[in-house]
């Protein structure tokens, strides 16, 4: 297909350029960028004036695994949705059944160091499967530190999975908070070796728990420094929470002594997991400054009352989704907060995304609009547009170029070591992936809220994944599935 995207404002984080132009999209790829261009035989001609049109978003952190929640993201502007801090494990298998149900975004997973732990301190054989990893998160046999020999094995597994595609390593540190941080460099050095990132959500904090074996986002800086690898914090504003501050100075000290380290946040008060998970145990709310009633079951919307069934939900079903309120979006010093995070020097945009579900497992629809009655949290389907809100739209906090880099071009340049096809993306260069979002600068805005989180967002007027149309003129194609995978 031959495409000439006509007379938008065309902003090119890659090189800087921000200016009303014409984009030529030939065969999956950027093939000219410029005024006045010339339509060839058989090209389709797109007028977007008045249309922002740049590379569509790369998201970092997406738990979403399905065509549903792909789907709102799509209309979000994501282009790239990657399960990069959990990732799946075996990779291979992760990777084929993607690629056998379609994907209307193109995806990739990172080697899972928690389903790695499981599998040699648990025997539990991993199945490449979100709903397993959630289950699993709540049992403490994985948690513990590892023998030498335990390590060694469960390393291997790691290793293995880099050398067939994952993008790196994505380990959930804060699920296993009391492990030997030796164990997390010996991730770093395999990582460095392997010359691939790992994406980690950190321990705690000391503030919260001053028992902590070392503070989570120092342990990033040390290990970052002692090993040379590339290591990424994930969701820094749900960690950090009104330590936010404090973590942001750390990572920037990090970065001026040239360690790779960088950092995502996302543009809620509220978190979402698995209602089992180690900080989620009543005796641990208190330093979250949080209690039961801040937790609410996505399936059903009950509110835990107190901390008895707040005990009850975690060993009945510990593999629930929910949602935790950390900060009070109302509250213009929390609201504060979670702005600084976003405006820290080359923060990334991410998502964190959630599928969404139905009951009874139901975690997946080709159905357009969604099946009513799906829960899930609003930043699946609203992150990046609400991002776009607050921060280009309300406050001119960013340009347009910036907001592009922030969502963009610097999630995929984090992965140009580890996936060398990850460079085509994140910018609007020639022989650049035509992954191309067109959004109305006027009308971009999230819509979801915590009560009707699968409302899609609002703005994106056309989405380009490969050169396919995902969305055309408002609307998704319901039949496209041109999302291809991104491997290590």
């Given at each position: 297909?031959?495409?000439?995207?006509?007379?938008?404002?065309?902003?090119?984080?890659?090189?800087?350029?921000?200016?009303?132009?014409?984009?030529?999209?030939?065969?999956?790829?950027?093939?000219?960028?410029?005024?006045?261009?010339?339509?060839?035989?058989?090209?389709?001609v797109l007028d977007v004036a008045g249309m922002v049109v740049g590379p569509g978003f790369v998201d970092l952190h997406s738990h979403v695994h399905s065509i549903a929640g792909q789907r709102l993201q799509a209309l979000d502007g994501v282009t790239t949705a990657l399960d990069l801090e959990a990732g799946l494990m075996p990779i291979g298998r992760a990777y084929a059944e993607a690629a056998r149900d379609g994907r209307p975004l193109h995806y990739g997973f990172s080697a899972s160091w928690g389903a790695a732990r499981a599998q040699v301190l648990l025997g539990v054989e991993p199945d490449a499967q979100l709903a397993s990893g959630l289950a699993l998160l709540g049992?403490?046999?994985?948690?513990?530190s590892s023998s030498p020999a335990e390590l060694s094995r469960w390393l291997m597994l790691l290793e293995r999975d880099l050398a067939d595609g994952a993008l790196g390593i994505g380990v959930l540190m804060g699920y296993a908070p009391r492990t030997e941080p030796a164990e997390f460099v010996a991730v770093a050095r395999l990582a460095a070796a392997a010359n691939a990132p790992t994406y980690t959500h950190v321990r705690e904090l000391v503030e919260a728990d001053p028992s902590t074996p070392i503070?989570?986002?120092?342990?990033?800086?040390?290990?970052?420094?002692?090993t040379g690898a590339a290591m990424h914090h994930c969701h820094v504003n749900s960690t950090s929470r009104?330590?936010?501050?404090?973590?942001?100075a750390l990572l920037e000290r990090a970065r001026d002594a040239g360690s790779r380290v960088t950092v995502e946040a996302y543009p809620y008060g509220a978190g979402s997991t698995a209602v089992g998970a180690f900080f989620l145990a009543p005796e641990r709310l208190l330093a979250w400054g949080i209690s039961p009633s801040n937790i609410v079951l996505v399936e059903?919307?009950?509110?835990?009352?107190?901390?008895?069934r707040l005990r009850e939900v975690r060993a009945g079903t510990p593999a629930a989704e929910c949602i935790i309120e950390f900060l009070d979006e109302r509250d213009p010093a929390d609201q504060a907060l979670l702005r600084r995070a976003l405006a820290f020097p080359d923060s990334i945009v991410a998502s964190d995304a959630m599928p969404v579900l139905w009951g009874g497992g139901v975690m997946d629809s080709r159905a357009w609009p969604l099946p009513?009655?799906?829960?899930?949290?609003?930043?699946?389907?609203?992150?990046?547009?609400?991002?776009?809100?607050w921060m280009v739209r309300e406050s001119g906090t960013w340009t347009w170029?910036?907001?592009?880099?922030?969502?963009?071009?610097?999630?995929?340049?984090?992965?140009?070591?580890?996936a060398p096809a990850a460079r085509a993306k994140g910018h609007l260069g020639v022989g650049a992936d035509a992954d191309l979002v067109v959004l109305?600068?006027?009308?971009?805005?999230?819509?979801?809220?915590?009560?009707d989180p699968t409302r899609p967002s609002v703005g994106v007027r056309h989405l380009l994944v490969a050169g396919t149309f995902v969305v055309r003129d408002g609307e998704l194609q319901t039949e496209a599935y041109p999302g291809k995978p991104l491997r290590g």
């Open positions: 297909m031959q495409l000439l995207l006509r007379g938008g404002r065309v902003v090119d984080p890659g090189s800087g350029l921000d200016a009303t132009t014409d984009v030529l999209v030939r065969d999956g790829t950027v093939a000219m960028v410029g005024a006045g261009l010339a339509a060839p035989e058989g090209t389709t049992d403490p046999g994985w948690q513990r503070d989570g986002s120092e342990e990033i800086a040390i290990a970052a420094a002692e009104r330590h936010v501050d404090r973590v942001l059903t919307g009950e509110r835990i009352a107190d901390e008895a009513p009655g799906g829960g899930t949290h609003p930043r699946t389907a609203g992150t990046f547009a609400k991002t776009l809100r170029l910036e907001a592009f880099r922030r969502c963009a071009y610097l999630p995929a340049r984090v992965l140009d070591d580890v109305d600068p006027d009308r971009i805005a999230d819509t979801a809220t915590y009560r």
